[in-house]
């Protein structure tokens, strides 16, 4: 039977590129022509497969315009990590629950026919929350979509009723160093306060916008009611509602 070298040619680079996510270390990609039928990705950390399914499913968009449901993708862990709790889920990051400041994950910028999506990942209680923004791939722009993504993580550990938006973020010169400056409002109850933070930019621009958001934060954070921890099992194999994995893209 003849096979299909532009089939190979581009799960290969899709294999490639998703070895190269956060925490990956080995991807297989099962296909039938054009479509996925199945990807397996291996894994020794200690982060939900949820948000690895995620990262991968955003990558494919993004770089390969393929789409994906979910439900395709497994997540196996191996031993030499923290190891999951059975049945895919992994074992919650040794934080304390009294730790009142929200902990930096991780931060992704991605590129694709002039729009840019922010996906940035946080930790708090033990508890790991991922939020994204899409828009402008200006630098300017895509920046701003970082701090917008903090805030769409930061809102997902908070009860209703409690609002934060970004109001304005910049690039200043101090000397010769460089810094992020981000202010928001926190809108509770008809009032509105604004938050100001900063970050000194050392290599990662990326990573300071996010630290810059939570300085403003952190300030305030542990006065704020927060929703009762809820982490999530994913089943791959499983009749799971399509629910389970909002990949929160526009």
Same mark, same amino acid.
């Given at each position: ?7 190979? *040619? ?9 070895? *190269? ?23 020794? !950390?200690?982060? =939900? /497969? ?10 494919? @968009? ?55 999506? /922010? ?13 994204? /923004? ?50 928001? *409002?926190? @809108? ?47 089943? =791959?194999? !499983?009749?799971?509602?399509? !629910? ?7």
């Amino acid at each position: 039977m003849a096979v299909d070298a532009t089939n190979l *040619s581009w799960t290969k680079q899709a294999e490639d590129a998703i070895r *190269s996510l956060r925490d990956v270390e080995g991807a297989s990609i099962q296909a039938e022509g054009d479509e996925i039928r199945e990807i397996h990705v291996l894994t020794s !950390s200690a982060r =939900p /497969a949820k948000q690895i399914v995620r990262d991968v499913q955003t990558l494919l @968009l993004t770089r390969f315009q393929r789409a994906i449901d979910h439900r395709v993708v497994s997540v196996a862990y191996a031993r030499s990590g923290p190891g999951p709790k059975g049945h895919g889920t992994p074992a919650p990051a040794p934080r304390a629950a009294t730790d009142r400041r929200i902990r930096f994950g991780s931060v992704n910028l991605y590129l694709a026919a002039g729009r840019a999506q /922010a996906q940035v990942e946080l930790g708090w209680k033990g508890v790991t929350r991922v939020g994204s /923004a899409t828009g402008s791939a200006t630098r300017e722009g895509a920046l701003g979509l970082i701090a917008e993504a903090t805030l769409d993580a930061v809102q997902e550990f908070l009860e209703e009723g409690w609002v934060l938006g970004l109001q304005d973020m910049d690039l200043l010169k101090l000397g010769k160093q460089e810094i992020v400056v981000v202010a928001l *409002s926190l @809108l509770a109850h008809r009032n509105e306060k604004t938050l100001v933070g900063c970050c000194t930019v050392e290599q990662d621009t990326q990573q300071a916008v996010v630290l810059a958001t939570l300085a403003a934060l952190n300030r305030v954070v542990g006065g704020l009611r927060t929703r009762e921890p809820t982490e999530y099992v994913l089943r =791959p194999t !499983s009749t799971e509602e399509t !629910s389970g994995a909002n990949t929160h893209l526009e």
